[in-house]
């Protein structure tokens, strides 16, 4: 059976998501970390998407990405593919890095933005790696929150502006709020986890 066909249509929101091959370790240590952030940045910048979130996992990654173009993906692909050929060379590896297709799924509605902005950087705190979202250096929770540097592919503007109007500074500490006190949404965990690929 033929493979549904991705829905490319521009500016609508989406939940990426792309995992190990056999669910193997992607990310070894913070040289592996790094070298995806600066092929996310180049791909982000070279293809005109929005990243709005990201977390890398040890065997996966999530972000919330707006492409402004039908171009995901030609992106992701793009993404995957110039990591998977890097950490192969650098681990003296063959084969797939990536497991199967990305999930990208279209995310039209807020209620649902909001908790998808919450369940991206909440992973580490979820699989027991860290206690709190602050801890892993490897998510845009730190940037988000004002307590790192915001990275230049990171487009804050459309996780913050879930939260209203106002000074950034406000808005941060909402969205700081929020990833700290909200209450799990385990029906909309599950579809973030599910196949379904349009949330609305």
């Not at 979130?53 to 990405?65: D, E, K, Q, S, V």
Request: net charge positive.
């Amino acid at each position: 059976m033929a493979r549904p066909l991705r829905i490319q249509t521009p500016d609508l929101v989406r939940h990426v998501m792309s995992r190990g091959n056999a669910r193997m370790a992607i990310f070894l240590d913070d040289a592996d970390y790094r070298r995806f952030l600066r092929i996310l940045a180049d791909v982000a910048d070279g293809f005109d998407l929005e990243c709005w979130n990201y977390c890398l996992m040890p065997n996966h990654y999530h972000a919330t990405i707006r492409p402004r173009r039908p171009n995901l993906s030609e992106a992701i692909r793009r993404l995957n593919g110039v990591y998977a050929q890097w950490w192969n060379r650098r681990h003296g590896s063959v084969g797939h890095v990536f497991q199967g297709r990305f999930k990208a799924q279209v995310v039209a509605h807020d209620d649902y933005l909001l908790t998808l902005s919450r369940y991206v950087v909440m992973n580490p705190v979820r699989a027991g790696l860290v206690k709190d979202a602050a801890a892993w250096p490897w998510s845009s929770y730190r940037a988000m929150a004002g307590l790192a540097t915001m990275p230049a592919f990171l487009k804050p503007s459309g996780t913050l502006s879930l939260f209203g109007q106002g000074p950034d500074t406000l808005l941060r500490e909402q969205f700081a709020s929020f990833i700290s006190n909200a209450v799990e949404d385990l029906a909309a965990i599950e579809q973030f986890r599910s196949d379904q690929r349009v949330l609305k």
